[in-house]
């Protein structure tokens, strides 16, 4: 229980004289009591030695927030009460707006092994030590459908790793198709209004494959090539681990001696790639919505984690010059004919 003791001083906590832990929650010497009731009849929270006590968001040591500053006993708050404020605000937001794009996703937990230094090519350890282990985390979703939608519709997926290497985070994101839809990210609001549900029905969800999608891709020619692919067994994938994953952009290495080269990231499934006929996928939409995130979480729970050789394609800017076209256009790829995969992980 906690101590009560009446005092005639409306604020008779001690004043801490310095949080400990910043933050959330701060602990601070106080040796008196754990509550004081204030001139309101409001109880003080006062932490005892080695207690934590109540903080604001910002770690600053507060002894009530259950008690709105009020202007007189009978009411009117005060909007300069910045504890009421920070509270209400918090609470507000609790909720985290969902995401445009990729609302619908699964991850997991793995690591990325070295098994070719780049040391040539770049100054990255974790492309350069053989052998080290980075842990990462993946994230695989769909584009168009939102946060509760089904696994398995025709869509782009998305491949999100984050490596925590011992320089800091690395993020590369990805697509399990080679290129992209624009080639000016000016476009992507105009695509992904398009993509989404009609704005006068709110139909169809998670579905590419309606009139304002086909309206921006006949006026969009260099949409053509990534609609290929779209409509090819790749967007529907029979499970999460058997994706081929694209970084789609050349991305520049740069070695110790100042020297760039440029590199397309490659993910390729240790299980094949493999899909689901268009007959099973609309079944399997309606007899199991969350199938990619089942099959991966007892694909895990079972012991058969899955797999990806990491993979680059690597050339110099003169190189470049003479490809027929132009490789920081996101709509086109550099066949593998061309510049083949090397893995190194
Ligand atoms: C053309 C310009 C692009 C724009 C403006 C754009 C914008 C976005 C936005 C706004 C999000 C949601 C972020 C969030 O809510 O946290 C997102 C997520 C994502 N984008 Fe893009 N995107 C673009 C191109 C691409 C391309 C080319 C790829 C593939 C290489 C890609 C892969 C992804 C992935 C994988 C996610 C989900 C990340 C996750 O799971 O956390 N995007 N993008």
């Known amino acids: 229980m906690p101590k009560i003791e009446?005092?005639?001083?409306?604020?008779?906590?001690?004043?801490?004289?310095?949080?400990?832990?910043?933050?959330?929650?701060?602990?601070?010497?106080?040796?008196?009591?754990e509550y004081s009731v204030g001139e309101g009849g409001e109880w003080h929270h006062c932490a005892a030695q080695g207690e934590l006590a109540l903080t604001t968001n910002q770690g600053l040591v507060i002894a009530d927030n259950q008690n709105s500053l009020r202007a007189n006993i009978a009411g009117t708050t005060l909007l300069e009460d910045f504890i009421l404020r920070e509270k209400i605000t918090h609470f507000d937001h609790e909720r985290i707006p969902e995401r445009i794009v990729h609302a619908r996703g699964t991850g997991a937990h793995g690591y990325f092994e070295l098994t070719h230094s780049l040391e040539a090519y770049t100054t990255a350890k974790i492309l350069i030590e053989v052998g080290e282990v980075t842990p990462?985390?993946?994230?695989?979703?769909?584009?168009?459908?939102?946060?509760?939608?089904?696994?398995?519709?025709?869509?782009?997926?998305?491949?999100?790793?984050?490596?925590?290497?011992?320089?800091?985070?690395w993020d590369l994101v990805g697509?399990?198709?080679p290129v992209f839809f624009i080639q000016d990210a000016i476009k992507f609001p105009d695509l992904v209004h398009a993509i989404k549900m009609e704005p006068d029905r709110g139909f169809p969800q998670a579905a590419t494959a309606h009139d304002t999608f086909w309206d921006f891709i006949s006026l969009t020619p260099e949409s053509m090539h990534m609609v290929m692919w779209i409509m090819s067994d790749r967007t529907l994938p029979r499970s999460l681990s058997m994706m081929e994953g694209f970084g789609i952009h050349s991305f520049r290495l740069i070695n110790g001696a100042g020297e760039s080269t440029f590199v397309k990231f490659h993910w390729r499934p240790k299980l094949g790639l493999q899909s689901t006929l268009w007959d099973e996928t609309m079944k399997l939409a309606g007899a199991d919505p969350d199938f990619h995130r089942r099959e991966l979480f007892d694909a895990i729970s079972a012991g058969h984690f899955p797999e990806w050789e990491f993979a680059v394609q690597l050339f110099t800017e003169e190189q470049a010059a003479q490809f027929p076209f132009d490789h920081l256009d996101a709509t086109k790829l550099i066949p593998e004919e061309l510049v083949p995969l090397q893995v190194i992980g």
Not at 24 to 33: L, R
Not at 136 to 156: E, H, M
Request: hydrophobic share 25%.
């Open 6 to 33: 009446e005092s005639s001083e409306s604020q008779s906590h001690q004043t801490p004289e310095s949080p400990t832990q910043l933050g959330g929650a701060s602990s601070y010497d106080s040796d008196v009591k």
């Open 136 to 169: 990462l985390f993946a994230r695989f979703s769909t584009v168009a459908g939102g946060a509760g939608s089904a696994d398995t519709p025709r869509d782009a997926r998305g491949f999100a790793v984050k490596f925590y290497t011992k320089q800091g985070n």
């Open 175 to 177: 697509n399990n198709i």
